[in-house]
């Protein structure tokens, strides 16, 4: 089904890579910077930048069936952002809200005026038989989806394949209402620290080969001219094994600069069933301060 039908109509679905069922609360229209070339084992160092493919493409806030979270293997929340004082540093998540490009839509029908298992079905839908589909936006969804954009949206998006495992990833920069200085930022023995959220989705495209992630390298370049560079084991605590049954793995993390821009890359470390190792590259995303100077409004959902 094309893109117009599900642009702003709050439409069921299952996911085509992680099975779960949802519906659409509103879309996003995102730039896709696809790095992947057909030269799929070349160091990112030897590819032309002028090579990357940037296109336009539709992606898809939504909300997840509850029942089924238990049995995806992404994390199911998706959406993170910061405390109301400046005092406050804690993370807070949502749970089960999921961003869904238009290709992974597998649209489905319910005869059920709750086909959706989620303690926000009903605060942000309301049942309506002679709509198609048959739920409408509330107002609450509206003036929530207004109060939250600057921590919701959705812009880049960067992709690359190596070795047939592809690797997706959506950078936010993280907002706070309440904040005087730039959405996202913090102050920290007397310096600002910036924040920002990233998603990033391991696929791997080859059902005849099993690889297991082990380690993940990053570099982290900030305006300032810091180089910063992590090592560690897997991701998020976990080695993902990417199969033929299961074969994506989805995860959020954090990560925080002293200036207000900067970029990241790396690579995966993954062993295949034969005890070889292949590196895979992660692809270049940029982290963008958002210059917003309104305050934001208490929120609630």
Sequence with gaps: MDEGFYQNKSALFLHRVFGYRGIILFSWL?????????????????????????????????LID???????????????????????????????LDYVAHDDLIPYTSTERTPIEHELFHKFLIYDSEATPNFLPR?????????????????????????????????????????????????????????????????????????????????????????????????VGEEPRLSREYPAFQYSSHVSLSARSGHMWGTF??????GTFIEVRIPPFNLECKSDSMLGEKSSL
């Design 269 to 274: 470390k993954m062993e295949r069933d034969d």
């Design 139 to 235: 107002e609450h969804l509206k003036s929530w989806q207004e109060r939250h954009h600057h921590w919701l949206e959705l812009s880049d998006v960067s992709k690359d394949v190596t070795h047939q495992i592809r690797v997706t990833v959506i950078p936010f920069y993280m907002y706070s209402p309440f904040q005087t200085f730039p959405l996202g930022a913090r102050t920290v023995q007397g310096s600002k620290v910036y924040w920002w959220r990233y998603s990033i989705r391991i696929e791997n495209l080859n059902p005849d080969e099993v690889v297991t992630l082990r380690e993940r390298h990053w570099r982290i370049f900030s305006l300032s001219g810091t180089l910063e560079t992590v090592r560690g084991k897997g991701v």
């Design 66 to 96: 509850s029942r089924d979270m238990p049995f995806i293997r992404a994390q199911t929340e998706a959406v993170t952002f910061l405390g109301n004082q400046e005092q406050d540093r804690n993370l807070y998540a949502i749970q089960g």
């Design 30 to 62: 995102a730039r896709v910077f696809d790095r992947y070339d057909g030269r799929s084992n070349v160091p990112s160092s030897q590819l032309d930048v002028h090579e990357i493919r940037t296109q336009p493409a539709m992606y898809y806030q939504v």
